[in-house]
């Protein structure tokens, strides 16, 4: 007993020994924000763009982003009826394992999963498009355990579970959505939950729930059709509740912290919002608008300002005023972005271009562009692009459907 014990120790150790301080583990990065730490990175590309280091053409259907930790590289996808949890050597683009998490989700935008799998040490999770939640080893992608958002009364909304699930402490949290309590923290090593947000009763939509540290306590953010809510990290408990009563349709983008204000936004003609939040979890909102009218591919914050595609439109804001510093419209088109070494990598969702950009209030300023090579002929008709793109340790992950390119961003 005490010679396994050691032997799992050991492993664990071996394995954060390995991980790299520009790993990505999971959705929007280290912080959850979108924002790549590592530096050394291409500053200009060549003309036909950076070189392409390997190529994996059957990480199955759907749109899961990527997550790196270790020299491993984590997605998931749908072969045949099934979704898989899928592993990849980062270095070449091998598969290593793959472990079943359920059914295959069936939408006419495009069939599969949704989510980015979470990293946690010797353990990985990942919730596919029908709600399944599985937490898997990482060494062998062997399946500790399995629950569903239907055994708790989540029913699964129009285009299917999206949530990147939250691996925080001891907790596994997500959003199954429903009358016995919206979000749900789980105990990681044996998957019980802990707690319901049984003052939260809202439908599941597709945001994913955003850790934060305010007013001396650890929160949980999630933006739901008609609200944005923070409830206790170690409890549920509603902390504080603030409208969003522009949301409809689908809320998608990730709610940005910083400095006591919350930045949220999403599409369908929405728009955004900053609320303040006060000493005594007291809210109150210091602007709204639609000049920034983020669908589902993002937005990030970088010092003072944020960037992302409003509709058509690459736009950057103030984030404490709201105010447009600039947009651009003319030169690309809508899509998802991501922020490493003080630029932006911006991916147009209608014909798989990537260009790179200042990240900078000055204004658009191009350093390169070029097209995504490896495209589905699987995707469905109403389908784009719609995998965010991902930058870590030196390479830069795009990702449409079954095909998963990896390009070398390093500067030599």
């Given amino acids: 007993m005490r010679f396994t014990f050691s032997l799992s120790l050991l492993g664990l150790i071996c394995f954060a020994a390995s991980l790299s301080a520009s790993d990505w583990p999971h959705w929007r990065g280290p912080d959850r924000d979108g924002v790549s730490k590592e530096t050394g990175l291409l500053k200009e590309w060549p003309k036909e763009g950076p070189s ?16 790196i930790a270790g020299g491993k590289l984590f997605t998931m996808g749908a072969r045949e009826d099934t979704e898989l949890l899928i592993c990849l050597d980062a270095s070449d683009g091998k ?15 495009g069939d599969g999963p949704r989510g980015t799998p979470s990293v946690d040490g010797e353990r990985v999770y990942a919730m596919g498009g029908q709600g399944t939640l599985i937490c898997a080893q990482v060494a062998s992608g062997k399946v ?11 029913k699964k909304p129009g285009w299917g579970f ?13 959003t199954p959505g429903g009358s016995e309590g919206a979000i749900v923290a789980f105990n990681k090593q044996d998957g019980e939950v802990l707690w319901r947000s049984k003052e939260v009763t809202n439908g599941a939509q597709y945001a994913t729930v955003t850790p934060i ?9 999630q933006l739901f059709t008609n609200s944005l809510v923070a409830v206790a990290a170690d409890t549920g408990k509603l902390l ?3 409208d969003w009563p522009n949301g409809r349709t689908a809320v998608i983008p990730t709610p940005i912290f910083h400095d006591g204000h919350v930045f949220i936004t999403s599409g369908y003609g929405a728009g955004c919002k900053l609320a303040k939040v006060g000493p005594d979890n007291q809210v109150e909102d210091v602007y709204a ?26 736009t950057c804001l103030e984030f404490k005023t709201g ?17 490493a070494d003080g630029m932006l990598y911006c991916l147009d969702e209608g014909n798989g271009e990537v260009v790179l950009i200042d990240a900078s209030p000055e204004g658009w300023k191009e350093h390169g562009r070029f097209k995504l090579e490896a495209q589905s002929e699987k995707r469905s008709r109403q389908g784009k692009v719609w995998t965010h793109p991902v930058v870590c340790n030196g390479k830069l992950f795009l990702r449409d459907q079954e095909q998963l390119s990896c390009y070398d961003v390093k500067a030599q």
């Fill in 52 to 67: 392409r280091a390997w190529l994996n053409t059957d990480v199955g259907m759907g749109y899961s982003g990527v997550s």
């Fill in 95 to 109: 598969e290593l394992w793959s472990a079943r998490i359920g059914s295959r989700l069936g939408n006419n935008w």
């Fill in 144 to 154: 500790i355990w399995t629950k569903t958002t239907t055994s708790l009364g989540g």
């Fill in 162 to 174: 999206c949530e990147s699930v939250l691996v925080d402490g001891p907790r596994v949290v997500c």
């Fill in 213 to 221: 540290e305010h007013n001396g306590q650890r929160q949980y953010l």
């Fill in 240 to 242: 504080w509740k603030t």
């Fill in 289 to 314: 608008h639609k000049d920034m009218t983020n669908h589902h591919g993002g937005v990030v914050r970088v010092g003072d300002h944020l960037y992302g595609s409003s509709e058509r439109t690459w």
């Fill in 323 to 339: 105010k447009v510093v600039w947009s651009e419209r003319r030169v690309f088109g809508k899509g998802s972005v991501t922020c």
